[in-house]
Every structure is written in structure tokens, then in C-alpha cells.
């Protein structure tokens, strides 16, 4: 089904996006995700009605509607999560037109999200997230650049940095302060702490990289001086899991997974955690909780007397 929607609609869509990058500082990811989410959505209406609805039209969308849309979207292979998530943009397009318009967007917010099981992050063994920067330190040819694959997977252990926010950082970052302020997803500003042992790696790799430190430069420079690419982080990661029998889930992000999951585990408070980790909504920090759980339990399995 190709995409297609009367214009009122589509114009409603596009003031929708701009309130949402203008007063609520949606990344571009996100505002992709939502377009995509929505246009999918207003399509499905036009054929499945056989007509082009405008904004009065969409005002009278009514349960079995949202039922057919949301039977369609599994249809063409969308997986439960994917439809939830869908379900959650045309929800809030919906809020939103119905406050613009002055309508009753009950049958629309009513509808429920299909269940599904969310999946934990896997994070590291303290042990294990240790080797891993000690192997990534190894197993460049060049010095500089195996000093700069530890820098940066020491700032995503140590510092709970997302892979972009590590490798957003320009020269004037250096040298890192005991503070390190980060601009996350959304635009949002967050500060967070930098240990020791960070600031050492990164000041290891800019004693040995060819490349000094230019302000409005990337820090992390590639092998020809451009801006490092998450892809060879990535690579190196696989190759130091690898060369140390860990398992697939062993990737960059993991390790941000396991600085939060290990700072709980040392009573961390979760609102804290959640402000280092720069997400807008404690539920997603929550995950963790879930996480240090199932550890317990698996250790309690294996420790307890069996009758």
C-alpha cells in the first residue's frame, strides 16, 4: 500500500512535527519514527474508507476503525512492539489534533496496545566490562588507535554515555572536566561525573593521536583524521568479546547497560541513575531494577541448600 492522504491531513501531520521540534525538542530519529508512524496510519484510513479524509473526517475515527488499522498493521508483518510503538505516535497526533480542532478523541486513546515482552538489556560482569577495555587496548596495530578504541569504550562504562554522545564530543572537551556536560537525545543537557580512570584514557589517546584537538573538531578522530565512525567501535567491540568468549549481546551499548545495572547493585539511587543516564522517563530506568533482580535470583538459585 503506497502512502496517501488528503492534503488537510497531511498539513496537520507536518504542524504536528514542527510543535513537537520546536517545544518539545524531539530528535530527528524520533521525528522520522513519528512521520513514518502517523503517515502509515492516515493512509491506511484513506483506503480503507475509499475516500481522502479531511480533519472533520478524522474527528468521527471510531473503534473498529483503530481495530481494522491495527489487524492491517500486524497483517503486513509489523511485530507487537513495532505496532505499540506505532499506536503511541498516532495516539499523540491524535491528542493533538483533537486540542487544535475541538474533538473527542476518546475511540482513538481508548484503543489498547497489543502485549508483548520487553526485552532486558544484557549487561556485563563487572569482571567482564574490565577485560573488555584491557582487550580493546591490545588488539589495534596502531598505538594511537588502540588507545582511542579504550578511551571510548571506557567513557561508555565509566561515564553511561550513549555511543553518539561519546563520539560527539569535540576538541574543547579536552581536557575532560570532573564534570562533563552532554547533550543528549532530544537536545536535552544533563551533566554527568567523569572518573578518573576516564580522563586518563582519553588524555592517553590525545598525547598519542596525530591529530591534536581542534575546537568544533571530533574528538575521535579515524585513522585518515575524520570524525570516528560508531561502525569501528562497533568492530572493535566484536573483536575484543571474541578474543574473550563473550557473548553477541557484548556490544558498546551493553556497556552503558552495565554502568547503570552496576551502579544499583552498589545502591545507587534510581532517580540519580536516571539523571546520569539522561532518560526522560524514570519507567525506562526501571528496566534495570528487573535486571539486578534476575541476577538475584540466578544467584540464589545456584547458592541455596537444596532439600
Request: include cysteine.
Amino acid at each position: 500500500m503506497g502512502i496517501g492522504f488528503s492534503p488537510a491531513a497531511g498539513d496537520a501531520l507536518l504542524a504536528w512535527l514542527d510543535h513537537l521540534r520546536a517545544l518539545d525538542g524531539a530528535s530527528a530519529n524520533t521525528l522520522s519514527a513519528y512521520r513514518s508512524d502517523v503517515a502509515w496510519f492516515l493512509s491506511f484510513l484513506h483506503e480503507h474508507h475509499g475516500e481522502s479524509l479531511g480533519l472533520a473526517r478524522l474527528a468521527t475515527i471510531t473503534q473498529p476503525d483503530m481495530r481494522a488499522w491495527m489487524a492491517h498493521e500486524r497483517g503486513r508483518g509489523l511485530s507487537a512492539r513495532s505496532l505499540a510503538r506505532a499506536l503511541s505516535s498516532v495516539k499523540n497526533f491524535m491528542r493533538w489534533l483533537a486540542e487544535r480542532e475541538g474533538f473527542d478523541p476518546t475511540h482513538v486513546l481508548a484503543a489498547r496496545a497489543p502485549k508483548y515482552t520487553r526485552k532486558l538489556p544484557r549487561p556485563l560482569t563487572e569482571e567482564a566490562a574490565r577485560a573488555v577495555i584491557e582487550q580493546v587496548d591490545l588488539q589495534a596495530s596502531e598505538p594511537w588507535i588502540a588507545a582511542r578504541d579504550a578511551a571510548v569504550v571506557t567513557l561508555l562504562y565509566g561515564c553511561g554515555l550513549r555511543v553518539s554522545e561519546a563520539l560527539g564530543l569535540t576538541g574543547e572537551a579536552h581536557p575532560l572536566p570532573e564534570v562533563l556536560r552532554i547533550r543528549g537525545k532530544g537536545d536535552k543537557e544533563r551533566l554527568v561525573p567523569v572518573l578518573p580512570a576516564a580522563r586518563e584514557a582519553v588524555a592517553a589517546y590525545v598525547a598519542s593521536c596525530p591529530y591534536p584537538p581542534t575546537p568544533g573538531e571530533a574528538l575521535f578522530r579515524g585513522a585518515r583524521g575524520g570524525p570516528l565512525s560508531r561502525r569501528l567501535i562497533a568492530r572493535a567491540m566484536e573483536r575484543a568479546r571474541m578474543s574473550l568468549g563473550l557473548p553477541a549481546t557484548a556490544t558498546p551499548h551493553a556497556l552503558r547497560h552495565s554502568f547503570a545495572t552496576h551502579l544499583l547493585s552498589a545502591g545507587g539511587d534510581l532517580r540519580a541513575i536516571q539523571e546520569l543516564l539522561g532518560h526522560a522517563s524514570l519507567s525506562t530506568t526501571q528496566i534495570y531494577t528487573a535486571v539486578d533482580a534476575t541476577r538475584i535470583m540466578e544467584v540464589y538459585r545456584a547458592a541455596h541448600p537444596r532439600a
